[in-house]
């Protein structure tokens, strides 16, 4: 199984500062088509998740584009660019180019 | 509106079956691969299983093989998990996700709100 593994696990950030969790797998996660299947994921207290971020560098509609997502091959990051109230929760990279699909231990995001 | 909807935790003994539903809406899951994510209180999140667009590949996380397994009614509009000989260790709120394929597949695009499974004696 490919083992996803973020950096920091925690992060207290100023509001209005920059913030970046960075994500390595163990091995490359470029499928076979060309693509590179990884997600960031978002959970918000008492929220279900939801992706921001899909192939790496891609926002799904409605995501704030204070995020960004960027890497290759097996070394990736997501960037907040002005950190706000509502981003506070708990992010994860998600790899599904391999089954089993795994996703990082998990980096919380908390404000100073 | 793009919307799932799971049902059916519950509180259930070591040993025992479960069936959790995920009752979509605003589209219609035959046409999509459907996957089961949960989330382990005080860790993070776990893929666990997939079926593909017709439900005939079904793709299964070591941990749940030969005891999880999932089923769709088309008609119903809706996603099962069937979990069997459930263990305390498949305590976890579990979601239902779509993956959406415009342009590109691998788009984790719609995530339920979620179904608590405590498994306790």
């Known amino acids: 199984d490919i083992v996803m593994t973020q950096t920091p696990l925690s992060s207290p950030v100023t509001l209005g500062q920059p913030a970046s969790i960075s994500c390595r797998s163990s091995q490359s996660l470029v499928h076979s088509d060309g693509n590179t299947y990884l997600s960031w994921v978002q959970q918000r207290p008492g929220q279900p998740p939801r992706v921001l971020i899909y192939k790496i560098s891609n926002r799904f509609s409605g995501v704030p584009d204070r995020f960004s997502g960027s890497g290759a091959g097996a070394d990736f990051t997501l960037k907040i660019s002005r950190v706000e109230a509502e981003d506070v929760g708990l992010y994860y990279c998600?790899?599904?180019?391999?089954?089993?699909?795994?996703f990082g231990q998990g980096t919380k995001l908390e404000i100073k | 509106e793009v919307q799932l909807v799971e049902s059916g935790g519950d509180l259930v003994q070591p040993g025992g079956s479960l069936r959790l539903s995920c009752a979509a809406s605003?589209?219609?899951?035959?046409?999509?691969?459907m996957h089961w994510v949960r989330r382990v209180p005080g860790k993070g999140l776990v893929w666990i299983v997939s079926?593909?667009?017709?439900?005939?590949?079904?793709m299964h996380a070591d941990s749940v093989k030969g005891r999880f397994t999932v089923a769709r009614d088309n008609a119903k509009n809706t996603l099962y998990l069937q979990m069997n000989s459930l263990r305390v260790d498949d305590t976890a709120v579990y979601y239902c996700v779509r993956e959406d394929c415009s342009g590109h597949c691998k788009k984790f695009d719609t995530w339920g709100q979620g179904t608590l499974v405590t498994v306790s004696s």
């Open positions: 079926s593909n667009d017709d439900g005939r590949t079904i």
């Open positions: 998600m790899q599904a180019t391999h089954f089993p699909y795994t």
């Open positions: 605003g589209f219609t899951v035959s046409g999509y691969w």
